[in-house]
């Protein structure tokens, strides 16, 4: 399972299609996905830790892996490579 925090705002078209991007990649990845409004306390600590420069951020691991339009692309690719054993390359 991928635990993500996902760091939103109210009226953030960005932050609606990162929604969407993120329910489309749990068809292929097991995803937890916790929303937190940057508005709140938790949230601004949390943007102010990962100096989130504007919504959404998506965290994983204690680390800002994606901020702003999110591209399914590559975070499929990232889900891929967090998620791969090590040590199975070139087998």
């Not at 994606?66 to 054993?85: Q, V, Y």
């Amino acid at each position: 399972m991928i635990r993500l925090t996902l760091l939103t705002q109210n009226d953030c078209p960005s932050c609606v299609a990162g929604k969407r991007v993120l329910a489309e990649l749990a068809e292929e990845f097991t995803l937890h996905v916790d929303e937190v409004d940057v508005k709140s306390e938790e949230g601004r600590a949390l943007a102010l830790q990962q100096r989130l420069a504007f919504t959404p951020g998506l965290i994983t691991n204690g680390r800002l892996i994606a901020h702003g339009r999110l591209s399914k692309r590559a975070l499929r690719r990232h889900f891929t490579k967090i998620t791969t054993p090590t040590g199975t390359e070139g087998s």
